[in-house]
């Protein structure tokens, strides 16, 4: 399981014009999940965000876990991409959408975060906060 991790000011995520998540100070996460992730890979991935240290303390040093901030989650299977080869990403990694869908909202309920539609369209708006950009890698 991958995500590219953003620390924001604010984020929403439309599918159709539509607002179907918004967050205030917090994190966007883009969730990309592989064919060997499971239920446990899912909850290790929602314990590391919740745990990141990433947010300024009082001395204003990344100290600081999330604590009450927003979540905001999208999937993205084309986290999972390899390109090691050629110019066009094979996807072969990714997991098949039902079993992506299911750990993918383990991890949003697990975190109580707000999310875009699972394979829609989807448009996603945020203000970076610092910038701040983590990539994590689960097994």
């Known amino acids: 399981m991958k995500a590219l991790v953003q620390r924001v000011s604010r984020a929403e995520v439309r599918v159709d014009g539509a607002v179907t998540g918004a967050i205030g100070p917090g994190l966007l996460v ?36 999330l604590g009450d901030r927003g979540v905001l989650c999208v999937s993205q299977f084309t986290l999972m991409a390899d390109t090691r080869r050629g110019n066009r990403p ?40 610092g910038p701040v950009t983590v990539l994590l890698e689960v097994i």
């Open 30 to 65: 883009l969730l990309g999940v592989g064919h060997d992730d499971d239920e446990a890979t899912a909850d290790r991935m929602a314990a590391k965000l919740r745990a990141l240290r990433i947010f300024d303390d009082a001395d204003g040093r990344m100290n600081e876990p």
């Open 90 to 129: 094979s996807f072969a990694g990714a997991a098949p959408p039902d079993r992506a869908r299911a750990l993918y909202e383990r991890v949003c309920d697990a975190l109580d975060a707000q999310r875009g539609v699972f394979g829609a369209h989807m448009e996603v708006e945020l203000v970076n906060d």
